[in-house]
């Protein structure tokens, strides 16, 4: 069974841009949660899909977004790119919120560089 | 809100020994389950074990097991006969239980471990 796979797996944005980064689930993962993580403030929630709705949204600005589509995958999307957005992004999947004991599987995640 | 501490930035090991990660966390919920992950330099998060909080039984998986004592917030990883694949950087995590929380994670700061042959 393949994995969670994210891409691209590396990425280089000036200041201004917008980027999107994806990210397909393991096979039959309805939920996908996104984290970011830097050496400065470690992991942090983003936000989780599950059945196309974001049903839950950690505290970042309006300028992170995401959705997710029918099949399950997912896409995260970054307006107006500042310095301090360069960070790993990792994507994780899941059975479903409801299924609590199932575990959230991470994939290799998007080296974002801004400069 | 709840947080995670890993106090330990750095810890090493002689290949072989036994090694204690520490972990404390901070929530005012009853039921949550708590994980350890290991981050190699391929940057995957990888499950090495995980504790459902109404489980008085410490979680074990072959060479790695955890002590969670409840009362005082702490769950701590201890990894027997180390060896040199489990370097990496380990991230201790809490996940509430209720619905709505069930998908986000609240990860410590991580301990990076370095085994020394």
């Known amino acids: 069974k393949a994995g969670v796979t994210q891409t691209p797996r590396y990425l280089i944005k000036t200041r201004g841009q917008q980027v999107t980064l994806s990210c397909s689930p393991i096979?039959?993962?309805?939920?996908v949660s996104w984290y970011q993580q830097t050496p400065g403030q470690g992991l942090q929630f983003l936000f989780e899909?599950?059945?196309?709705?974001?049903?839950n949204k950690g505290n970042f600005p309006g300028r992170f977004s995401g959705r997710q589509f029918s099949n399950s995958r997912s896409e995260m999307n970054v307006s107006t790119l500042e310095l301090g957005d360069s960070a790993l992004y990792l994507c994780?999947?899941?059975?479903?919120?409801?299924?609590?004991?199932?575990?959230?599987?991470f994939g290799n995640g998007t080296r974002l560089t801004v400069t | 809100a709840q947080t995670v501490t890993q106090s330990q930035p750095e810890m090493s090991v002689q290949e072989a020994e036994t090694v204690t990660l520490s972990c404390t966390y901070d929530?005012?919920?009853?039921?949550?389950?708590l994980f350890w992950y290991k981050q190699p330099p391929s940057r995957q998060m990888i499950l090495v074990i995980r504790?459902?909080?109404?489980?008085?039984q410490n979680a074990t998986e072959n060479r790695f097991s955890v002590n969670f004592q409840k009362a005082a917030k702490s769950f701590s990883l201890k990894i027997s006969d180390s060896q040199l694949g489990d370097a990496a950087m380990y991230f201790c995590?809490?996940?509430?239980?209720?619905?709505?929380?069930?998908?986000?994670?609240?990860f410590g700061q991580g301990t990076r471990l370095t085994i020394n042959p």
């Open positions: 929530t005012s919920e009853s039921d949550y389950y």
């Open positions: 899909y599950f059945s196309e709705t974001q049903r």
């Open positions: 096979s039959g993962h309805r939920s």
């Open positions: 995590a809490y996940r509430s239980a209720t619905y709505q929380g069930a998908q986000k994670l609240v």
């Open positions: 994780a999947s899941s059975l479903a919120p409801a299924v609590y004991n199932s575990p959230l599987h």
């Open positions: 504790q459902e909080a109404y489980k008085q």
